[in-house]
């Protein structure tokens, strides 16, 4: 294959990025890129609640919308990103819970519309939302998000019913981090999806977020797991790979890098039921790594000129 596209016709497989909807908007080259190289789309922000919604009431689509368009266009299948979150609300809302205006039954009502709201603005236009993002924290317990605080642990059912109602066709996402390999964390995980599909709870896919360092080991049981969750009937993606170092990077840091990027692929490959593969974000111009982990950068499979890295070669050999 000569490309990314090329390679998921003859894998399959969607291959995606992460889309920086100020890049899309205003670099010609980055878009190009973009809609050269990939068949699948998630917004990198754009459609989480503090951008869709920053005043009570008052929504702003327009970069999701652009993202959606753009997709349209180019004839990339979209991934909704994310409904139910404890990142990135909007301030109206953390703070009306935290000053009391906003009560657990009104709480409930808010997050009902939002569902409601959003899905049913792109209903048919999104392949696959990400429901319920990092639900489970790093003790293996339910996050103690506003949402599991005020609602309670069935705010988790009522979203996937809500996200159903309003756009029956969509495939509905449990996704996290470090799922890939934190036996806890893949535990309660699993707890989860099985009491949901006991109940009847329309969900339908696993998604691992697939955020890498190769300063640490590669989860090498990241096969068996992903096995584990296709076994219960689910699909699966990997939904927001990249490979972080230490930087500066380095000849042999980039091929660890390839080497990482490579087994996550194949990995998604390898499994019948793994339907997408999507990176967040292609180039090191533009990736969330260098201001969330401080001294660490280069996870990208293109650099900041969209020149391929050594990763790029490494999934275009992946059969
Ligand atoms: C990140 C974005 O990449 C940043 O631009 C933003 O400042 C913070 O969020 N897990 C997720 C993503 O599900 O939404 C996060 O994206 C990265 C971690």
């Not at 959606?68 to 404890?86: I, K």
């Not at 029956?168 to 036996?183: G, V």
């Amino acid at each position: 294959p000569d490309d990314l596209r090329e390679l998921s016709r003859t894998l399959r497989v969607h291959i995606g990025s992460a889309v920086d909807a100020t890049a899309l908007a205003g670099e010609a080259d980055y878009r190009r890129v973009l809609n050269q190289e990939f068949n699948h789309v998630t917004a990198e922000n754009a459609m989480k609640w503090e951008t869709v919604e920053p005043q009570r009431g008052a929504y702003d689509w327009e970069a999701a919308d652009a993202v959606v368009e753009n997709a349209r266009r180019n004839r990339q299948q979209v991934r909704g990103h994310t409904l139910v979150w404890h990142n990135q609300l909007p301030a109206w809302l953390i703070e009306g819970v935290d000053s009391g205006a906003i009560d657990a039954k009104e709480l409930r009502k808010i997050l009902r519309g939002h569902i409601m709201t959003e899905v049913g603005r792109y209903r048919g236009k999104i392949r696959a939302w990400d429901v319920v993002n990092e639900v489970v924290d790093d003790t293996g317990k339910l996050r103690d998000s506003i949402w599991l605080k005020h609602l309670g642990p069935g705010y988790i059912a009522d979203a996937f019913r809500w996200a159903h109602q309003a756009d029956p066709r969509a495939k509905l996402y449990i996704n996290d981090y470090n799922l890939e390999w934190d036996a806890k964390k893949i535990e309660t995980t699993l707890g989860i999806v099985k009491d949901l599909k006991a109940k009847r709870v329309p969900i339908h896919g696993i998604g691992f977020q697939g955020h890498l360092g190769i300063q640490y080991d590669y989860p090498g049981d990241f096969a068996g797991v992903m096995r584990r969750f296709t076994d219960l009937g689910l699909e699966a993606a990997i939904t927001e790979a990249d490979v972080r170092m230490v930087m500066p990077a380095t000849a042999e840091k980039l091929a660890t890098q390839a080497d990482y990027y490579q087994r996550m692929l194949s990995t998604c490959v390898a499994n019948k039921r793994c339907v997408e593969f999507t990176v967040w974000g292609f180039t090191d111009r533009h990736s969330w790594v260098p201001d969330w982990f401080e001294g660490e950068g280069a996870a990208n499979i293109m650099d900041e000129n969209l020149a391929p890295k050594p990763a790029y070669d490494a999934l275009l050999a992946v059969r």
